[in-house]
């Protein structure tokens, strides 16, 4: 089976950086995506790691260790409209099957 | 371009009654996925069509939930009879393919109450 881990809630001040951590074991590896969620909407994508490393899209970046099983969003210049919750999705097993994590709740504070 | 497409956007049905949610996926995309989504569960997974095949239905609960695609443009979710515990927001999702699983595009979901 597949099973992930993240921290439930995180709070960080407008303009800093902030870190969400996800752990996860899964059979068949095929890599980890991230989703945004603000209350009340729908999942949105934010990044894909297939391979080991850094990917950037903007203020967003995701890095995934392989051989750690881990990987972590990283949000600059933070705003008050990334307040939302974030979830890791892990890729694997059969038919690239696509499990998600609990989520991060986000808060960012003046 | 027309994201993908949920009717309807909120359904309260009493329990026993049949519910049918439906989905249309973005234009040219082959995969398909149904989820649910509560407080106490999460987001989870209830079954993923491949080119309107069900390819894994693992996370469908049980015999009352049934799920079609008799097209390429179009899914439907059945619940019957449903339960108060079947309540909460349903999403369908697409992506380009099977290999693109990693990038999925979420309708606005369905928010189901089942008195």
């Known amino acids: 089976g597949q099973s992930l881990e993240q921290p439930s809630e995180v709070t960080a001040v407008e303009g800093a950086i902030v870190q969400i951590n996800c752990t996860y074991q899964t059979s068949g590896f095929y890599g980890l995506s991230w989703y945004q969620q603000h209350d009340g909407g729908a999942p949105t994508f934010l990044s894909y790691?297939?391979?080991?490393g850094l990917e950037e899209t903007g203020r967003f970046s995701s890095f995934l260790s392989r051989s750690d099983s881990y990987g972590y969003l990283l949000l600059q210049e933070l705003q008050m409209k990334d307040s939302a919750s974030y979830f890791c999705?892990?890729?694997?097993?059969?038919?690239?099957?696509?499990?998600f994590g609990t989520g991060t709740k986000l808060q960012v504070i003046p | 371009d027309a994201g993908v497409i949920q009717s309807p956007r909120h359904e309260v049905t009493e329990m026993g009654q049949e519910v049918t949610l439906r989905c249309k996926p973005i234009?040219?995309?082959?995969?398909l996925f149904w989820y649910r989504q509560t407080m106490m569960r999460g987001l989870e997974l209830l079954i993923y069509?491949?080119?309107?095949?069900?390819?894994?239905d693992s996370g469908m609960p049980e015999d009352r939930f049934s799920a079609k695609m008799p097209n390429a443009s179009f899914s439907t979710l059945k619940i019957q009879p449903s339960e108060p515990r079947d309540s909460a927001v349903y999403f369908c999702a697409s992506s380009l393919n099977r290999e693109r699983s990693y990038e999925q595009y979420f309708g606005p979901g369905t928010r189901l109450t089942v008195t």
């Open positions: 069509f491949n080119n309107n095949v069900p390819i894994d």
């Open positions: 790691n297939g391979l080991d």
């Open positions: 234009s040219g995309h082959n995969s």
């Open positions: 999705a892990v890729i694997g097993g059969g038919y690239q099957k696509v499990t």
